[in-house]
């Protein structure tokens, strides 16, 4: 039975049996992985609090037949401020479970693993929870291949916003083009694929793609913008998260309703079922 | 349904199989078990499966199951009404009740919070909790579920968005998480170990 020793985080935990758990880890050296942990639910297990979700630790896994087995862990980062704080909880379970859905199985991709953990860090540590919850979708989006290209139009290749721009113009994010739409093409109310953005969100949207992975202290810094800017911004990106995994996250309504609770109603498309 | 099998026991053993954690090797063991005792506890066996079927339903108060309308714990004068104890399931309240520590009332949600498989607050016995609550008999509220996720989840949400704004003179505690009884300090992770400084005692 081959060993290997992975760094992960738990994405997911289901208990199985009576007391094994069923854990998703997203590891940097192979990617997303299952295995199971033995024991895991007895009070005495030395696996418990290693195979917790939302738990960065070093697993040693064995190969076994259908599922790999947890044979030890070691917690690195619980990130525990998280258990004290609703809203970021909230945060944490929708980075990890939308990071799921974008992974398949045994495939390695390390700075992945990178954002996963900046994203709980910030989660714990930044200003506005709901501004590092974007700007994590914004690099999950790029790291997956289908970042939007959000300084030119991408029907015009015209910059956005233009240097005499007005506060007033309205753009838009086209979920189907993969990036932002210049005054002229923008129609939000004529097209579904549009989702509008004033000349705020797309300034804020910018100024959260501009951040990389390297820049997780001055995103934890970054100001919430308006609750108009906030919503827009959220809207243009859950929906083009929707159109890339063909459904809705099923963590989304239970966070926007902590961290946002004024938000408009069309959040969720009624055409399209929550992934499984 | 396999055909090696007369077809009364591939039917036994096809019903062993849905249970849970129950493969087909153990249903076909557990079947043959059945062949093996006396008729008479066989019939007790499949009289105790239907009558906990057709007998057992939700205590209208406590979420609890039990055989009457209101089960024994929420009719027992003796409990204090005035405390509350709030599990996810029942089999957490028969937890507690082995402790024989605990002499309040309980409050079952039948579940936990769970964003990421899409069960929301809407899908627990909350608003039977408001209704409670809302008696002003009740003054204390522990929070009984597990220190995972989901249960601190569920804790919070329930603390912060419902008892508080509900009725804020009511005490809010949850229970304390650390090290467990015959646990290994070397093997404690960074949360258990965090946690038991935070909930520490003084000695006396």
């Known amino acids: 039975m081959a060993q290997y020793n992975v760094t992960g985080i738990v994405l997911r935990r289901v208990p199985y049996g009576e007391t094994d758990n069923i854990i998703t880890l997203y590891t940097r050296e192979r990617g997303r992985v299952s295995a199971i942990a033995k024991g895991a639910r007895k009070p005495i ?54 990071l799921n859905h974008f992974v398949v199985e045994e495939d390695a991709h390390p700075d992945l693993f990178t954002l996963l953990r900046a994203g709980l860090l910030l989660m714990e540590r930044a200003d506005d929870p709901q501004t590092a919850v974007r700007w994590y979708e914004l690099r999950l989006l790029e790291l997956a291949g289908y970042g939007p290209d959000l300084c030119s139009c991408v ?65 934890a810094k970054i100001p919430s913008p308006s609750e108009a800017t906030a919503g827009l911004a959220r809207m243009a990106l859950r929906r083009t998260i929707r159109w890339r995994i063909d459904g809705d996250l099923r963590s989304a309504p239970f966070m926007d309703s902590l961290l946002s609770p004024g938000r408009p109603p069309d959040e969720t498309s009624p055409h399209q079922s929550t992934v499984a | 349904m396999s055909t090696h099998y007369a077809k009364p026991l591939a039917r036994l053993v096809g ?36 009558d906990v079927r057709t007998t057992i339903k939700y205590c209208r108060v406590c979420g609890n199951f039990t055989d009457q309308d209101t089960c024994f714990i929420c009719t027992d004068p003796r409990r204090d009404q005035s405390l509350m104890c709030i599990v996810a399931e029942a089999r957490d309240l028969i937890a507690m009740e082995k402790t024989n520590e605990f002499r309040g009332v309980y409050h079952v949600l039948q579940g936990v ?92």
């Not at chain 1, 697993?59 to 070691?74: P, W």
């Not at chain 1, 909230?90 to 980075?95: D, K, T």
């Not at chain 1, 240097?163 to 109310?189: E, F, M, R, W």
């Not at chain 2, 062949?35 to 008479?40: F, G, H, T, V, Y």
Request: hydrophobic fraction near 40%.
């Open chain 1, 45 to 98: 297990s030395r696996l418990a609090g290693a195979c917790e979700t939302l738990t960065c630790g070093r697993y040693n896994l064995a190969g076994g037949k259908s599922l790999d087995i947890v044979t030890q862990a070691e917690v690195k980062d619980a990130f525990p401020s998280l258990r004290k704080d609703l809203s970021r909880l909230a945060g944490a379970q929708y980075l990890a479970e939308a």
């Open chain 1, 155 to 219: 029907i015009c290749g015209e910059t956005v916003p233009r240097d005499n721009a007005s506060q007033t113009d309205i753009y838009a994010l086209s979920v189907a083009n993969g990036g932002a739409l210049c005054t002229d093409h923008a129609n939000p109310n004529g097209y579904e694929d549009h989702a509008a953005l004033t000349f705020d969100a797309l300034d804020y949207l910018q100024h959260l793609n501009a951040h990389g992975l390297e820049h997780i202290r001055a995103v």
């Open chain 2, 15 to 50: 019903e062993f199989e849905k249970l849970p954690g129950i493969g087909p090797k153990s249903a076909q063991r557990l079947a043959f078990h059945v062949l093996r005792i006396p008729e008479d506890e066989a019939h007790a066996l499949a009289a105790a499966i239907v």
């Open chain 2, 113 to 204: 919070i769970s964003p990421m498989e899409g069960v929301g607050p809407d899908r627990l016995r909350i608003a039977e909790l408001q209704d409670r609550l809302s008696g002003g008999i009740v003054r204390e509220v522990i929070l009984a579920t597990n220190p995972t996720v989901e249960g601190d989840t569920t804790a919070m949400y329930l603390a912060r968005n419902i008892i508080k704004p509900l009725d804020p003179s009511i005490k809010i505690t949850r229970i304390a998480h650390g090290m467990p009884a015959g646990g290994d300090l070397d093997y404690a992770d960074q949360a258990t170990l965090i946690s038991a400084l935070e909930w520490r005692r003084e000695l006396t």
